[in-house]
């Protein structure tokens, strides 16, 4: 058996230096350095756009191409040897009798000992062996996270789509902008007040409108990341042993199916603050008789 020490030291290398837990499919990069497949690709999403897909190592800062990860197959396997020698060491044992937990109570979503199957809390419960419930809780544990990855892409598009429309509405917001200095520009001296007032009613507009949009991009991040801490918690469970997957298995499952995604409220990107050329042209024109007929 492998001293504490060696072990340490295989999880030391073995550990993703982003997450900090082992890696999870991991990959390399061209400095050497390996991390877990999604935090890597996690790492490139958040980065600023690089056209010439050149980024630095999160931990050495050396340049490396987006397409030069690989699969480092050698460290999964390492990882394989290092989680089965924690199952063998990190028995969990009943607290109230000192037995190995060999057995799930469904009634209770909890791991039991077989003394604790015969005492009066669990007479009468469903009692299985750990083995033969693992591997169905794993896949239900596997279907939610596949669930949150697809509510997480769901949020992702949404929060480009309104990315998009707030580029749109202040596209918008310029033109109209320009529009409005262009019909001011010949009676500048007669609507100076007016321009001012339509400008100003626009730009609260904008800001109103921008204000609720951010408000729904801001909802879509914040569930992005709820998600996303969800799917590393279930990620986390199901490389982890048996024991340690079904400990508070049917409260994982029950918060993680509750999860669900509302649909974001759709804005209309019409602007209300509009001109009249002609009107405008006839109160100029009154005023010009109105200082005509003073003098």
Known sequence: MASATGTSKMKEIATCSICLNLMIKPVSITCGHSYCQFCLQLYLEQMPPNQGQIFPCPLCREPFHKDSLHSNKQLGNLIEVIQEMEETEDELVCEAHGQQLQLFCEDDGQLICWRCERAPQHQGHTTVLVEEVYQDYKKNLEQ????????????????????????????????????????????????????????????????????????????????IEELKSHILELEAKCQGSARNLLQDVKDTLSRTCAVKLKTPEVFSLEIQTVFDVAELFMNMKAKLMHLQDSY
Do not use: G
Request: hydrophobic share 30%.
């Open 144 to 223: 939610s996270a596949r669930n949150l990855n697809q509510f997480q892409e769901e949020c992702k598009n949404q929060k480009v789509f309104i990315t998009t429309q707030i580029t749109e509405w202040k596209d918008k917001i310029e033109i109209q902008r320009q529009n409005i200095k262009s019909e001011f520009k010949n009676f500048h001296t007669f609507l100076n007040e007016e321009e001012k007032l339509y400008l100003w009613k626009l730009k609260k507009e904008e800001e109103q409108m921008l204000t609720r949009l951010r408000e729904s991009e801001a909802n879509l991040e914040q569930k």
